[in-house]
């Protein structure tokens, strides 16, 4: 397919939650009245990755208040989700991608090394996200995977693109606020 690009019709695509299955983006999309950010991380295990669900969960009113919705795409079990998390544990939903179909299908590329996966704003986070007392747990899938970053209208039409470079290259709450405002 290749990667997405602004002005496009967002693909379509089933997914399954850690306590959903049969759920469709574009079905999910047209229940709100704002937009739809679907954030692609690695896995539930990665310390910058949970340190990154509990910053957008703690900070979600102000996605709610824009009447968006946030879904977090990671490479993830559903059943290991589904024992390490209580279905009302976050006021979002996590798509889990295991096999990362999704992300082949968005030419969402890994890093060529983990050097290149760091860069100083992560390494930042990664003292923010320890410090928070945030541990690494379970590997899965990609250790190289890089992040990525789409909004789409209730329409599914593509508003905003945004490629990672490195694993902590996307925007923060406030900053995902100001891109879907």
């Not at 990671?74 to 979002?92: G, M, T």
């Not at 096999?99 to 390494?123: N, P, R």
């Amino acid at each position: 397919m290749g990667k997405l690009v602004v002005g496009e019709q967002m693909p379509d695509f089933e997914f399954v939650t850690p306590f959903e299955k049969g759920q469709f983006l574009l079905e999910t999309a047209e229940k709100v009245k704002g937009k739809t950010a679907i954030l692609f991380l690695r896995y539930y295990g990665c310390t910058l990755c949970q340190y990154d669900i509990h910053q957008f969960a703690a900070n979600y009113e102000k996605i709610r208040a824009l009447d968006g919705q946030l879904l977090i795409v990671l490479q993830s079990d559903p059943d290991k989700l589904a024992a390490a998390l209580h279905e009302n544990d976050l006021p979002f939903a996590i798509i889990c991608d295991p096999e990362q179909t999704l992300y082949h299908k968005f030419s969402i590329e890994a890093a060529d090394s983990m050097v290149k996966l760091g860069d100083v704003k992560t390494a930042a986070k990664v003292v923010k996200a320890t410090s928070a007392g945030f541990k690494h747990g379970d590997y899965e899938g990609n250790e190289l995977q890089l992040p990525a970053l789409f909004l789409i209208d209730r329409e599914g039409m593509i508003e905003y693109v945004h490629y990672g470079t490195a694993a902590g290259d996307i925007p923060d709450p406030d900053g995902l606020v100001k891109i879907m405002a």
